[in-house]
């Protein structure tokens, strides 16, 4: 690989973490703690000091505490965790003596800054696609009940997103801990892919379209949604690919209308104070609107989390991607998964087995160990030649890393050798 390009990848690996450092220093939040002498006082007023692009009127929406209501540590916490897993704010109350005896007075602390930086979202959201690398979200104001204009990137080596567009809260119901949202942006993907036809470097393909979405939250992390998306896509090298099941794009324009329905399961808390995590995704390519080609996507992702002692917790995932139809090339299943691998893995179907053994792993202000081993496998159906296997291939590594504030640096190895690895937020 070119060292300019080496080079590159390190700068961006090193700016995400440092971004990923920062935001999480400054914007750290605390559960809330009421003085037992406090409890089942009046509420004489509740006050909410909006920070950054945060509004008051959209932040009234979580809250369910009013003036004249006796003060309990339910319903604080209720409202911490509705601002916290809901909203996504950063939060911070204070209850203090309100102006006669026997009353108090909750002033809220709630902030939403206009950047984020975000790790591998594998189950928040049930209809995303999958990307190593680091996001960052860039917020306008709030406005009306929440409502604000968002542009996101997500950048790795292999991948360069983005997506610019509005996200609307279109009904928050804090008696049912829920909450509904409507997204409706402009997108587009650069992918430089490297299949394994040993004629072929890389291929790069550019995709970009509109999508609307309407997801439904809770704050058990339950989310379901579903999805309308148009994209357009051309290559200007053709791939090598041999299988009768995938359109290849060279040179020339590849269309699809998409419908994607998901549902998943998230643990917005500390991953190890978890039980399990899933996400199933289902993608019609329906061959719609001046669609190439006719194609389907089923996805079952799930992890599961075992308590081996108080710092201790033993990871497992297991995840497939199964496909049918004619998949266009830029809608390939992509195994990254694998961190002892330099590149990441295409077919028309895929599997992942992984394993972590999590040291220290319940502290999450302290270094923590992780030992890891997993190994993925890919196919093409109807696929030609030895470079396209119509048989899975699997493709093992192991490794060690070091975990502090959500920033994993270790190393793996596979046949390939050895590889440095960084990453933001857990494998799984």
């Given at each position: 690989?070119?060292?300019?390009?080496?080079?590159?990848?390190?700068?961006?690996?090193?700016?995400?973490?440092?971004?990923?450092?920062?935001?999480?220093?400054?914007?750290?939040?605390?559960?809330?703690?009421?003085?037992?002498?406090?409890?089942?006082?009046?509420?004489?007023?509740?006050?909410?000091?909006?920070?950054?692009?945060?509004?008051?009127?959209?932040?009234?929406?979580?809250?369910?505490?009013?003036?004249?209501?006796?003060?309990?540590?339910?319903?604080?916490e209720d409202d911490y965790h509705r601002l916290v897993d809901l909203g996504y704010y950063r939060v911070g109350?204070?209850?203090?003596?309100?102006?006669?005896?026997?009353?108090?007075?909750?002033?809220?602390?709630?902030?939403?800054?206009?950047?984020?930086?975000?790790?591998?979202?594998?189950?928040?959201?049930?209809?995303?696609?999958?990307?190593?690398?680091?996001?960052?979200?860039?917020?306008?104001?709030?406005?009306?009940?929440?409502?604000?204009?968002?542009?996101?990137?997500?950048?790795?080596?292999?991948?360069?997103?983005?997506?610019?567009?509005?996200?609307?809260?279109?009904?928050?119901?804090?008696?049912?801990?829920?909450?509904?949202?409507?997204?409706?942006?402009?997108?587009?993907?650069?992918?430089?892919?490297?299949?394994?036809?040993?004629?072929?470097?890389?291929?790069?393909?550019?995709?970009?379209?509109?999508?609307?979405?309407?997801?439904?939250?809770?704050?058990?992390?339950?989310?379901?949604?579903?999805?309308?998306?148009?994209?357009?896509?051309?290559?200007?090298?053709?791939?090598?690919?041999?299988?009768?099941?995938?359109?290849?794009?060279?040179?020339?324009?590849?269309?699809?209308?998409?419908?994607?329905?998901?549902?998943?399961?998230?643990?917005?808390?500390?991953?190890?104070?978890?039980?399990?995590?899933?996400?199933?995704?289902?993608?019609?390519?329906?061959?719609?609107?001046?669609?190439?080609?006719?194609?389907?996507?089923?996805?079952?992702?799930?992890?599961?989390?075992?308590?081996?002692?108080?710092?201790?917790?033993?990871?497992?995932?297991?995840?497939?991607?199964?496909?049918?139809?004619?998949?266009?090339?830029?809608?390939?299943?992509?195994?990254?998964?694998?961190?002892?691998?330099?590149?990441?893995?295409?077919?028309?179907?895929?599997e992942v087995f992984q394993a972590e053994l999590r040291l220290n792993d319940m502290r999450p202000r302290s270094?923590?160990?992780?030992?890891?081993?997993?190994?993925?496998?890919?196919?093409?159906?109807?696929?030609?030649?030895?470079?396209?296997?119509?048989?899975?291939?699997?493709?093992?590594?192991?490794?060690?890393?070091?975990?502090?504030?959500?920033?994993?640096?270790?190393?793996?190895?596979?046949?390939?050798?050895?590889?440095?690895?960084?990453?933001?937020?857990?494998?799984?």
């Open positions: 690989m070119p060292k300019r390009v080496c080079a590159a990848r390190t700068l961006r690996a090193l700016i995400g973490v440092i971004v990923f450092t920062f935001c999480t220093v400054f914007y750290t939040h605390a559960e809330p703690t009421i003085p037992p002498a406090q409890v089942g006082s009046t509420i004489e007023d509740v006050r909410v000091d909006a920070k950054g692009v945060a509004d008051s009127r959209a932040i009234g929406q979580y809250l369910a505490t009013r003036k004249g209501m006796r003060l309990q540590p339910a319903l604080i109350v204070t209850i203090r003596q309100g102006s006669r005896p026997g009353t108090v007075i909750v002033h809220w602390t709630v902030g939403e800054p206009w950047l984020r930086v975000t790790a591998n979202t594998r189950y928040s959201d049930p209809l995303i696609s999958i990307r190593k690398g680091a996001g960052i979200t860039l917020s306008g104001k709030q406005f009306g009940h929440g409502s604000h204009l968002v542009f996101a990137t997500w950048q790795s080596a292999w991948t360069h997103d983005y997506a610019v567009g509005l996200a609307s809260p279109v009904n928050v119901d804090s008696a049912r801990n829920s909450e509904q949202d409507v997204v409706i942006d402009a997108y587009g993907d650069f992918e430089a892919n490297q299949y394994e036809n040993p004629t072929v470097t890389t291929v790069f393909n550019k995709t970009n379209g509109l999508e609307g979405a309407w997801l439904l939250r809770n704050r058990s992390g339950l989310r379901f949604g579903i999805k309308l998306r148009q994209e357009h896509a051309t290559s200007v090298y053709p791939s090598g690919i041999m299988s009768s099941a995938v359109l290849p794009i060279n040179g020339r324009a590849a269309k699809a209308f998409l419908v994607i329905a998901g549902l998943s399961h998230y643990c917005a808390a500390l991953i190890s104070a978890c039980h399990a995590q899933f996400r199933l995704q289902f993608t019609d390519g329906t061959g719609a609107f001046g669609s190439s080609s006719e194609f389907q996507l089923y996805v079952v992702d799930a992890s599961r989390y075992l308590s081996l002692n108080r710092t201790t917790t033993l990871a497992l995932r297991a995840a497939t991607t199964r496909s049918g139809g004619v998949v266009p090339e830029q809608d390939l299943p992509q195994l990254d998964d694998l961190r002892g691998f330099r590149k990441p893995f295409y077919g028309t179907d895929d270094i923590g160990l992780v030992l890891f081993t997993e190994t993925g496998a890919y196919r093409f159906r109807n696929g030609a030649g030895p470079y396209n296997p119509q048989t899975f291939t699997f493709n093992a590594d192991s490794g060690i890393a070091l975990v502090w504030r959500g920033v994993h640096v270790g190393v793996a190895h596979s046949r390939e050798g050895y590889f440095f690895t960084v990453a933001l937020g857990p494998a799984f």
